[in-house]
């Protein structure tokens, strides 16, 4: 086994804002494994408010590199587990090289990884397209740039009701909202029957996380669905949410890769929780991971290309929602890694 990395910062077609800030690129984190010629890729990028910068990736690969060029690569679930203990504190770190692991495995096998899975991709929800924080009107200007049938709209501001009102004047569209557990309970008990009646499909996050009670009774208030994302970022989250949220949001970066994303759907299941995959403006490389997961899921946020102006690598393609699988073999992707690279 040859392991590599490579960093980058990818900048963003609009300035990219939710309720914890405002950024112009996306740094992100890339590992290729090599077995027999065959190479395999993985990503996870670097989110700031999670305290693992793309430093701390490089830092802790390089420093056991050796231990994972020694290991004898067979199956993807069983590289996760050495994975996972090798770097326990860096979750980040451990999707990138899990992701590549399976686009490795894939191209070994000579499958897609859906069809490895037994997934039919005919059965595959359309992704949402996100409209950051920012004025009303370049909200509105963003949507009529970009017509599609389910936004994102991130919210937590004092005028969410007023701009909602607004986009939904000009669009007929579904919309989501993700309030990044931007609002307090108050807010949300009074927001939640307006929202209702402009047609919002769910909410993400509405709550700090720390807050279960006020959860609790959001729960067993609200019309509309409400899906965590803070409050579930580990396999052991997702029997937490029963009870509080109708849904799970699934973010590899978060959860430490597939192998781990690939449980909690099954125990989403198991609770009667509906399911949602998310992108963290992951390029064409972690988007695709996600894509693979299409069949097995209820709603989909995997437009982290679409906000993206530089990508690293070709092979996900987006009509009007709905996302092209790559049908070639692991991940399908062809990675270019033309744009400049992070200086650690």
């Not at 999670?50 to 830092?59: D, V």
């Not at 059965?123 to 996100?130: A, L, N």
């Not at 996050?205 to 965590?228: C, H, N, T, V, Y």
Request: aromatic share 12%; hydrophobic share 35%; proline share 6%.
């Amino acid at each position: 086994m040859k392991v590599k990395y490579f960093t980058y910062e990818l900048k963003f077609r609009y300035p990219f804002t939710i309720s914890r800030g405002t950024k112009t690129h996306q740094p992100t984190f890339i590992s290729e494994l090599e077995h027999f010629g065959i190479k395999g890729y993985g990503e996870a990028p670097e989110i700031t408010y999670y305290n693992i910068p793309l430093k701390k990736m490089a830092e802790d690969l390089e420093n056991k590199k050796r231990f994972l060029e020694k290991f004898a690569f067979t199956e993807p679930e069983r590289f996760w587990h050495y994975v996972h203990h090798l770097f326990p504190e860096n979750h980040f770190l451990v999707c990138a090289l899990d992701i590549a692991g399976w686009d490795l495995y894939g191209k070994l096998q000579n499958k897609p990884l859906y069809r490895l899975w037994g997934g039919d991709s005919a059965r595959s929800p359309v992704t949402d397209y996100t409209i950051g924080i920012d004025t009303p009107e370049k909200m509105l200007q963003k949507i009529r740039e970009k017509p599609w049938p389910v936004y994102k709209v991130k919210v937590g501001t004092p005028d969410d009701l007023s701009v909602l009102t607004l986009l939904r004047q000009h669009t007929d569209a579904a919309i989501r909202i993700d309030a990044n557990g931007g609002w307090n309970v108050n807010m949300a008990l009074d927001l939640i029957p307006r929202l209702q009646e402009l047609g919002v499909e769910l909410i993400e996050q509405p709550l700090p996380k720390e807050d279960r009670e006020g959860m609790k009774k959001l729960f067993e208030f609200s019309s509309i669905p409400l899906i965590a994302d803070e409050s579930c970022v580990a396999e052991q989250d997702v029997e937490k949410c029963y009870g509080y949220f109708h849904g799970i949001n699934i973010k590899l970066t978060k959860c430490g890769g597939i192998t781990p994303a690939r449980r909690m759907i099954e125990k989403a299941r198991k609770l009667n929780l509906k399911v949602m995959i998310g992108c963290m403006c992951e390029s064409t490389v972690g988007t695709a991971a996600t894509a693979h997961l299409l069949p097995f899921i209820d709603y989909a946020d995997m437009d982290g290309p679409l906000l993206l102006e530089e990508d690293i690598a070709k092979g996900i393609e987006y009509d009007y929602g709905k996302i092209k699988i790559p049908d070639a073999p692991g991940l399908g992707i062809i990675f270019c890694g033309i744009y400049k690279k992070k200086n650690l």
